[in-house]
């Protein structure tokens, strides 16, 4: 006799619909202890005197169903723990709605001569330089902002062109290179937007942003 066949008879006998949780059936546990105190002593009573049962085989079954019956009660601890820590990141994360978060993006829209974007970097680098581009792609202006330090910069655009004159207000698209001793170093566009709603799906807690697009709340470089 051992656990895994007293295992094999329990999950047998439960209902096809019970869940999961580390590879056993919920209601299972209980049911497979009943069973196999039920065989052991079955077992013992019905013993061959002559050559009596190993107390080493009892105590090592034993100590096994000892394990997976700890194991399924830390399974359902941590199931319980992680919900509840999903709970409480998702009412902390509606804190953030209606504010500004930076999170990963190439866009920034032009306003009364104002655009708001932002840049991480690796590391510091001695050149650095944005190019700004309209919704047709267009490059409408070059700006070159030499050394940086490393970590998350938060830049703003006045609207002008290369050509001097002021651009209309509207969505443009920027993208960055960054270098350090003629090396190029990769650098992460960051594009700022307002927070309108907290949603949770299978990856986690979800911010849903005014321009259309949903980020992890991981993904978030910066909050205004």
Not at 65 to 77: E, F, K, R
Not at 98 to 109: I, Y
């Amino acid at each position: 006799m051992s656990v895994n066949s007293v295992q094999n008879t329990a999950a047998g006998s439960q209902n096809s619909s019970s869940t999961s949780v580390g590879g056993l059936a919920t209601g299972s546990v209980q049911a497979m202890q009943n069973q196999f105190l039920t065989l052991l002593v079955t077992q013992m009573q019905n013993q061959d005197p002559l050559n009596p049962m190993d107390n080493s085989q009892i105590t090592s079954q034993l100590a096994q169903l000892s394990t997976v019956n700890g194991i399924n009660n830390l399974n359902t601890t941590m199931s319980s723990l992680s919900s509840a820590l999903l709970s409480n990141q998702v009412l902390q994360s509606a804190s953030l709605i209606g504010k500004s978060v930076m999170a990963d993006g190439n866009s920034m829209a032009l306003q009364n001569g104002s655009a708001s974007y932002g840049v991480t970097l690796p590391q510091a680098v001695d050149s650095m330089t944005v190019t700004i581009s309209d919704a047709a792609g267009n490059t409408v202006q070059t700006l070159n902002l030499g050394a940086q330090q490393a970590g998350t910069l938060s830049l703003q655009w006045n609207g002008m062109t290369s050509a001097g004159t002021q651009a209309p207000n509207g969505n443009y698209s920027f993208s960055v290179k960054a270098s350090q001793g003629g090396t190029s170093v990769a650098a992460t566009t960051l594009s700022p937007s307002v927070v309108s709603s907290v949603s949770q799906n299978a990856q986690g807690v979800q911010l849903n942003l005014a321009n259309g697009k949903t980020v992890g709340l991981s993904a978030v470089q910066q909050i205004s």
